[in-house]
């Protein structure tokens, strides 16, 4: 990966086994709508209609079907129902698709005779570009550009560039507009319609979702040069052109896409003709509106490293893909784990949007979080029904969410025991609340600190000897299995209890009525305060905090034995029954407590616990690294806070790992940014200060360090240099 500077990501060359992973590192989007970097002209090789039943699996370890590419467009929130895999993000018709013809052959990436190949996405304004040279077996030789965007400005539109020179000899070409619907999603049709068809120049495809949502695509190729007509015996619009030494001709394809969903109901074709027409007017200003918007949140979210190109182009990256996946009108998704960028975890939402997520957007762009925070007010009933369907009161938030909050988990150890996602949901609600100062919003959300208040009454032991517990759970480390008294979870349980009592206590003070409304009794103010006093959080005598009561009491993992090839995951090499009872951790877990609560730890108290666990973690989890690199940044350990830091970065980079291939860590780029903020900058979160405090620990090679930050609806210029903070109010 060849990159020429921090705003550009460049593949350089055509490495046929890396396609897969370009697609996912040049996937673009506007919050609304996403692509993957796919060829316009896609891959013979690449069956995209290929059926077969993708089989529930731990996505960390499991090998996943790789086709030579896969398309991916997606509108969040537009779902099917799996059989084996539950409600799942749907992968539409792809409006990218143009096809061009010298004589009999198509160009095909694999097959054609292609050179000078090169590939960037320009990170400052979401343009995905390709070049290359393409000599065509019935002569000649023919320069071919491309270039794309998603729209930041008109939700729903692609607006595509093509442009083809011939650089010697004479060439024919035929173009071939198209939008291919015969696309499934994780090798499943969750089509029950398909209506194709061309109308006055446009190619249509309408389908419908086996969840009953409606999609409308809608797309059409035009030139100043060329004319694009209805092709006989297909539903598509075809071109041809004579090219001459010299001559060259450019095709514009606008594509625009509504659903069900919007706010209009989707309004079907009609507006999408309306959208097309208006947008082929304002052709010549599509680019400069799209940058202008890019623009503004760049403005905003832009994090200055001086004294590290390669940091500095990665962080891009990362902020880069957070902005692209967020919506910042609709409160009726979140994030999904792979960004709007893949298949990979089906488009499920994640405790990732509480812990990993939320901070960048509270800290940049508090709208944007309300509707993240938003998302699981509005999905409490179907976090009420969990709870009913394992047998308790209250609400259960789910592990792996959908639209509709109902627990989406298609494997029983994560959908049964990780259950900390609950008190995690209540950590978010109240982090936005510190972060901004609304009020409005924490009333609003009582009824979510109260409902899952009564699940945790009602799912806790109460012992004759007057002790509570909180048994058979899985915490953040998913290696160990069952766990009685997680030392993490039911520190947020405590926490999440704590909230609660002070959320209804504002309430009964500010709106009685809606106090009134919950049924709130002294039992449950009284069980509430004595589960938060007495859940047990086990120490050894040496301050080392116990993942879970009977931690030690698990088997040593014997890597050295079971696990010598470290490019491999251990959960990989290791039977599922095996990882169960050792004490290998596939990600930080008590580590996690001084992360979050950095105010409450002493600094030998945390590396004490480092000491302790990290030989044991086994980082097969994306949202390791970055943690263990803010607290080292804490301790000011800057060695191991940077290397710990770069592993981060180089998880959706690495090309010969192929990392973002199945979709980005998007979880692990709001991780990147935390590492900035919350790690070497020191800031303390809102939830542990009532204004922005600093103690900075810069790596060595690091000259600055600065960015902007809106903390309780204030905006601040933060500049770091030599351990120094100056912050300035905007």
């Not at 940058?291 to 990665?314: F, M, P, S």
Request: negative net charge.
């Amino acid at each position: 990966m060849d990159n020429r500077n921090a705003y550009e990501l460049r593949e350089t060359g055509f490495h046929p086994a890396a396609t897969k992973h370009y697609e996912g590192a040049f996937a673009q989007g506007s919050g609304y709508l996403h692509i993957r970097g796919s060829f316009e002209e896609g891959l013979l090789a690449a069956d995209q209609n290929e059926e077969y039943m993708r089989l529930p699996a731990n996505v960390t370890v499991e090998k996943p079907r790789h086709p030579r590419s896969k398309y991916g467009t997606y509108v969040p929130g537009v779902t099917g129902n799996h059989p084996l895999l539950k409600e799942e993000l749907v992968n539409l018709p792809n409006p990218l698709a143009f096809r061009v013809f010298s004589g009999k052959e198509g160009l095909d990436m694999d097959e054609s005779n292609i050179w000078d190949y090169t590939r960037s996405l320009n990170l400052k304004n979401g343009v995905l570009t390709r070049s290359f040279v393409w000599n065509p077996k019935a002569g000649g030789s023919v320069g071919c550009r491309y270039e794309r965007f998603v729209s930041r400005r008109r939700p729903g539109l692609i607006v595509q560039k093509m442009t083809y020179t011939a650089l010697s000899g004479k060439t024919p070409l035929r173009f071939v507009n198209d939008i291919d619907e015969q696309v499934k999603t994780n090798g499943y049709n969750h089509f029950t319609e398909v209506k194709k068809g061309v109308r006055n120049e446009r190619v249509e495809v309408g389908v419908v979702t086996d969840n009953g949502d409606s999609v409308y695509l809608s797309s059409r190729a035009f030139s100043d040069q060329i004319l694009f007509t209805r092709d006989s015996l297909n539903p598509v619009t075809v071109s041809e052109v004579y090219l001459r030494q010299g001559e060259s001709v450019t095709i514009y394809k606008l594509s625009a896409v509504c659903t069900s969903r919007d706010p209009d109901g989707g309004a079907g074709f009609p507006k999408l003709t309306e959208r097309l027409a208006k947008a082929a007017k304002a052709c010549g200003r599509l680019y400069t509106e799209n940058e202008a918007e890019w623009n503004a949140l760049w403005e905003q979210a832009a994090v200055t490293i001086e004294g590290d190109e390669k940091a500095q182009r990665a962080v891009n990256f990362s902020l880069y893909h957070l902005m692209r996946s967020a919506s910042p009108t609709d409160d009726r998704i979140a994030v999904c784990a792979k960004g709007f960028a893949g298949e990979a975890y089906f488009g499920h939402f994640f405790w990732d949007t509480e812990l990993y997520l939320l901070p960048f957007f509270l800290y940049n762009f508090p709208d944007t979080a309300k509707n993240l925070a938003s998302f699981r007010v509005r999905t409490l009933e179907g976090a009420k029904e969990n709870a009913r369907a394992y047998g308790y009161a209250g609400a259960r938030y789910p592990w792996e969410s959908s639209v509709s909050g109902l627990e989406q988990c298609p494997n029983w150890q994560y959908a049964d025991n990780e259950i900390h996602i609950t008190a995690d949901v209540v950590f978010g609600l109240w982090h936005y609340y510190r972060a901004t100062g609304d009020e409005a919003f924490l009333l609003n959300a009582a009824p979510v600190f109260t409902e899952t208040a009564r699940y945790w009454l009602d799912r806790v032991e109460y012992r004759a000897d007057g002790s509570v517990h909180l048994n058979g759970v899985m915490g953040p480390d998913e290696y160990i299995c069952f766990c009685n008294d997680s030392a993490y979870t039911n520190t947020m349980v405590k926490f999440a209890l704590g909230k609660t009592l002070e959320a209804l206590s504002l309430l009964r003070e500010k709106d009685p009525r809606a106090y009134e409304a919950l049924s709130v009794d002294r039992d449950f103010l009284e069980r509430a305060e004595l589960v938060r006093e007495k859940l047990p959080v086990h120490r050894r005598e040496d301050g080392v905090i116990l993942q879970c009561e009977d931690f030690e009491r698990f088997e040593e993992p014997h890597f050295e034995r079971f696990w010598p090839d470290r490019s491999k995951h251990f959960g990989a090499v290791v039977s599922q029954e095996r990882n169960y009872r050792v004490k290998a951790l596939k990600q930080p877990d008590v580590l996690m407590l001084p992360y979050l609560f950095p105010k409450r730890y002493r600094e030998e108290e945390i590396e004490k616990n480092i000491d302790y666990y990290l030989p044991y973690t086994t980082h097969d989890s994306s949202l390791s690294a970055i943690i263990h690199s803010i607290l080292f940044a804490r301790l000011g350990k800057e060695e191991e806070a940077y290397d710990f830091f770069a592993r981060g970065l180089d998880i959706d980079l690495d090309e010969q790992t192929g990392g973002a291939a199945e979709g980005i860590h998007i979880a692990n780029c709001g991780g990147v940014w935390q590492a900035l903020v919350f790690g070497f900058a020191g800031m303390l979160p809102a939830y542990e200060s009532e204004t922005p405090v600093f103690a900075p620990k810069l790596p060595k090679e690091w000259k600055s360090l600065s960015f902007r930050i809106v903390y309780r609806g204030r905006r601040y210029q933060v500049s770091i240099s030599e351990n120094n903070a100056d912050i300035t109010e905007l």
